[in-house]
């Protein structure tokens, strides 16, 4: 399917190794991977070509059928990837070809699309604050698509981007997110609507309503209460002879992390009975629906290869092990704050059946000298007690928000390398 296949088609190929052995903590659910292929074709990748580590590998094939997933399960909606969720210029090749447009936040996320391949026509800038200098450059660039939150930014658009639609975003809710936008973003709706008034006397066309309801979303039905806010501000605005022709629901997908996720299935069920439902009542003509996911693309086509830097123990009557990687909070495994993301591990080293029936406790931390670069300490995992010094632990659906948050180089440590295939 993906167009860069030509090596991977050739290694796996080759006789298959069997399904790797699958850590997880005393609390997760049977660990299962959320794109088996995607391990196999990366950990033979790894096989072949041992690379330095800590290091991401992205699956472009599983990437592009992310894509095809979800535009066959909502086929009226138009995709944005959010480009931070991976922002490896492949990623972004492979979705551009796929037909994907792109959410950005920054001119160079613009530039980046673009270099890719990605129409400025097809590119929506999301953030909601942006200097007048960027919005400028943006608009120069081609991008025609912006989004507001608030009375100042919609001024700057209207004097810099002169002509362009724009999204209002409203505050929504977040239960059963992992992550919350909490209160950064949006505005209440009766703004939302008057700013999308407001546009239309500024030179700008309102696009609609757009909001997010927080990330690694685990509740299908989460989209419920936004969807309703924007039907009502279009039915306020259609009365007053203002038409919204889309709406932007954001991302919120999830990838798939130590406690499954629904299917996806019931996230596209949910959020299409919902805008039916909310604009049959005002009796609307369902909007053009716009997409933001990013999580989702990219979550289960990467994996990052760590290498064991160190097991020990603090007191020989601890059964924990401290188990030390070379991959933590600042070079990739940021979203382990607050252990909010329990990744499901492997270990090419500890595959067969044996390790999975010999495993003990451990707390898992980093290699800085940074006391707040612990993986996991709550969150006990179990691993196999043959675990050793430069082994290796694979952090499996790490394709999102790992290589685009690592720092540059935190006392010494470079930040995460990607690799495409
Ligand atoms: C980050 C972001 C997204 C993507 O969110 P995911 O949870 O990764 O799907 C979408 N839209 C906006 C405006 C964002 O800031």
Redesign the pocket.
């Known amino acids: 399917m993906a167009g860069s296949a030509s090596v991977m088609d050739a290694i796996s190929a080759k006789p298959g190794h069997d399904a790797p052995v699958l850590f997880t903590h005393a609390n997760g659910e049977s660990p299962s991977m959320g794109a088996p292929k995607a391990v196999a074709r990366i950990q033979s990748f790894l096989r072949e070509r041992p690379t330095e580590t800590p290091c991401l590998v992205v699956d472009l094939e599983t990437v592009r059928e992310r894509y095809c997933q979800l535009t066959a399960a909502l086929p009226k909606a138009r995709v944005y990837y959010?480009v931070?969720?991976n922002p490896a210029a492949e990623v972004v090749r492979e979705l551009a070809a796929a037909g994907s447009c792109f959410?950005v936040?920054s001119v160079a996320e613009i530039e980046l699309c673009l270099a890719a391949g990605a129409n400025p026509r097809d590119l929506c800038y999301?953030?909601t604050i942006k200097k007048p200098a960027d919005v400028a450059k943006a608009h120069a660039l081609g991008v025609r698509l912006y989004?507001t939150d608030s009375e100042t930014d919609l001024e700057a658009l209207s004097e810099h981007a002169p002509g362009s639609s724009v999204f209002c975003r409203i505050a929504a809710v977040h239960d059963g997110a992992v992550?919350s936008?909490g209160a950064k973003f949006g505005c209440a709706p009766e703004l939302a609507e008057s700013l999308l008034l407001r546009a239309g006397t500024l030179g700008l066309a309102a696009a609609g309503v757009s909001f997010?309801s927080?990330?690694?979303?685990l509740d299908p039905h989460a989209w419920r209460s936004g969807i309703a806010h924007a039907a009502q501000i279009a039915a306020r605005l259609a009365a007053k002879g203002v038409r919204l022709p889309m709406l932007n629901i954001?991302?919120?997908?999830p990838g798939s992390y130590t406690h499954a996720a629904p299917p996806l299935a019931d996230y596209a069920d949910a959020i299409s009975a919902a805008v039916r439902e909310h604009f049959g009542a005002v009796g609307l003509h369902e909007p053009l629906l716009v997409l933001?996911?990013?999580?989702?693309l990219v979550a289960d086509a990467g994996l990052l290869r760590s290498e064991v830097v160190l097991v020990s123990r603090k007191s020989p009557a601890d059964e924990h092990r401290w188990v030390y990687v070379d991959a933590g909070r600042y070079n990739g495994l940021t979203e382990t704050e607050g252990e909010c993301v329990a990744y499901v591990l492997a270990s090419p080293e500890h595959a067969g059946p044996a390790a999975a029936e010999d495993t003990a406790p451990v707390y898992l931390a980093g290699p800085t000298c940074d006391g707040d670069d612990v993986l996991y300490q709550r969150t006990v995992y179990r691993l196999p007690s043959a675990l050793r010094v430069g082994d290796h632990l694979d952090f499996l659906s790490t394709g999102?928000?790992t290589a685009s948050y690592a720092s540059i180089a935190f006392n010494g440590f470079s930040p995460l390398k990607t690799l495409c295939i």
């Open positions: 959010a931070k969720a959410d936040a999301g953030n989004t992550y936008f997010h927080g990330s690694q979303q954001g991302g919120g997908l933001e996911p990013g999580r989702y999102a928000y």
